[in-house]
Nanobody, 122 residues
């Protein structure tokens, strides 16, 4: 069992930055691939970024366009999402997820956090 708690969301102006963190419980964190997803009001959940258990492989959705960086610190049981050059269309609830398979598909992630809200004003 893995419990995930996100933090770092908030309100930021367009062009600004936010750093999201996701702290995981459990001693098996390093065995899991981790990912960030987001869901905007009235829209379906979409993948943002994913990282393999070792951190050696990363995936980014096309809309990221080099603005976000996913990373992890297995010693701290934490995964991060650094978001720069934020746009109003990045406004959404952001969720971290853990699963056995490195993937951009939400169906392959077993554990989910409660989400953190990101609002980007124009």
């Amino acid at each position: 069992q893995v419990q995930l708690i996100e933090s770092g969301g908030g309100l930021v102006q367009a062009g600004g930055s936010l750093s999201l963190s996701c702290a995981a419980s459990g001693r098996t964190f390093s065995r899991y691939a981790m990912a960030w997803f987001r869901q905007a009001p009235g829209k379906e959940r979409e993948s943002v970024a994913a990282i393999s258990w070792s951190g050696g492989s990363t995936y980014y959705a096309n809309f990221v366009e080099g603005r976000f960086t996913i990373s992890r610190d297995n010693a701290k049981n934490t995964v991060y999402l650094q978001m720069n050059s934020l746009k109003p269309e990045d406004t959404a609830d952001y969720y971290c997820a853990a699963g056995p398979t490195y993937s951009s598909s939400d169906s392959l992630y077993d554990y989910w956090g409660q989400g953190t809200q990101v609002t980007v004003s124009s």
